[in-house]
């Protein structure tokens, strides 16, 4: 099993700058990818970023050029630099480790206890 441990939210104003990190412990195996969600209120969760471990990334539309994703595969960390923020941003994000692995191929995704980040006034 994988613990995941996200810190960083908070409240901000539009325009303003959060950094959420993300670090995952009690591994046995290798983590292929790890990512933010979101979930806005009264909304499914939602793809941010995603990020595998030869820094492939990927964005949501609607932060790209905002949000920048980043790795520590040694450590198993990942951090979101979350720019430019607006008051759609604000969601509980949630931390993300997924792992492929075997053979047959199976996934593994393991998840944080999120972090709420409120974007107001």
């Known amino acids: 099993q994988v613990q995941l441990v996200e810190s960083g939210g908070g409240s901000v104003q539009p325009g303003g700058s959060l950094r959420l990190s993300c670090a995952a412990s009690?591994?046995?195996?290798?983590?292929?990818?790890m990512g933010w969600y979101r979930q806005p209120p009264g909304k499914q969760r939602e793809l941010v970023a995603t990020?595998?471990?030869?820094?492939?990334?990927n964005y949501a539309d609607s932060v790209k050029g905002r949000f920048t994703i980043s790795r520590d595969n040694a450590k198993n960390t990942v951090a979101l630099q979350m720019n430019s923020l607006k008051p759609e941003d604000t969601a509980v994000y949630y931390c993300?480790?997924?792992?492929?692995?075997?053979?047959?191929?199976?996934?593994?995704?393991?998840w944080g206890q999120g972090t709420q980040v409120t974007v107001s006034s």
């Open positions: 990020i595998t471990s030869g820094a492939s990334t």
């Open positions: 009690g591994r046995r195996f290798s983590i292929n990818a």
């Open positions: 993300n480790a997924h792992l492929v692995m075997g053979l047959p191929v199976q996934t593994y995704d393991y």
